[in-house]
């Protein structure tokens, strides 16, 4: 299936209604499509699953309790750490707890600087000062060692007309009624503005949107999908975790 935004470009004229080509222009349409295509992606990334992940390794050196993320690609927030040791093969990861400033005292209130080599990290605090990402390491290590810090990713690349559209290929379409939606105000049929077409498109009455019916409609019923959809990673059911004795638990005997 192809989604990229050329095909974008011919599909939400014909939503339009195949409106004059200079309104909208081309690229309107693009930047619309790239705008929501955004939203999308970071709706998708504030979800539980958060969906779009990497990884960077984090040096750490002695006596030192702050470091720069400077260079990690599309930093937004972190999902998991643990430790790691490439040299071991048989290193068992330990999870160090993340958590905001403010609440730091209620993971760690002990020194500042340990006292044990090693993978010592109890909290790692992510935080931004203007346009740089920071992390601090609590308590600051005594040895140098490294952790691997999983996190989300949310910058999208610039639209163009052969880019690929960042949303899962299923919404697609989501995308394109979306963005047909945003550029339909600037829309003009035969050189003209036409508020009856304009609301018979949209599929509204006055200020009331018809449920159901017109662009609107068809954005409302994906919205709920949407939804639903980007709340889990998995189908729910045979998949979750069996409790231990759950069989004998739950007989009758």
């Known amino acids: 299936m192809q989604v990229d ?52 390794d984090l040096p750490v050196i002695a006596g030192k309790s702050i470091y720069t993320l400077a260079g990690w690609d599309n930093f937004t927030k972190p999902v998991r750490v643990h430790s790691i040791d490439a040299a071991d093969r048989n290193h068992i990861n330990r999870k160090v707890v993340t958590c905001e400033r403010q609440n730091v005292d209620e993971y760690y209130d002990g020194r ?22 920071y992390v601090e390491v609590l308590p600051a290590p005594a040895e140098a060692v490294s952790y691997r810090v999983w996190y989300n990713t949310g910058l999208i690349e610039d639209p163009t007309r052969e880019a690929a559209t960042p949303v899962p290929p299923e919404y697609f379409r989501f995308l394109r009624l979306k963005t047909a939606v945003a550029v339909l105000p600037h829309c003009l049929w035969a050189g003209k503005d036409d508020p009856l077409k304009f609301k018979k498109l949209l599929g509204s009455v006055g200020t009331k949107k018809i449920p159901g019916t017109g662009l609107l409609g068809q954005v ?12 889990s990673s998995r189908v729910t059911g045979s998949q979750g975790q069996d409790l231990y004795l759950a069989p004998y638990l739950n007989s009758w005997f």
């Not at 409302?220 to 709340?231: H, L, R």
Request: charged share 20%; proline share 5%.
């Open 5 to 56: 935004y050329e095909r974008i470009l011919a599909e939400v004229r014909e939503d339009c209604g195949s409106p004059d080509l200079h309104a909208p222009t081309d690229d309107q349409i693009i930047q619309k499509a790239g705008d929501i295509a955004q939203l999308l992606m970071n709706q998708m990334g504030n979800a539980p699953p958060g969906w779009s992940q990497q990884y960077r």
């Open 220 to 231: 409302c019923d994906y919205a709920t999908e949407w939804e639903n959809f980007i709340q």
């Open 112 to 133: 500042t600087q340990s006292s044990e080599g090693g993978w010592s990290a109890q909290v790692m605090i992510f935080y931004r000062q203007y346009d740089v990402q």
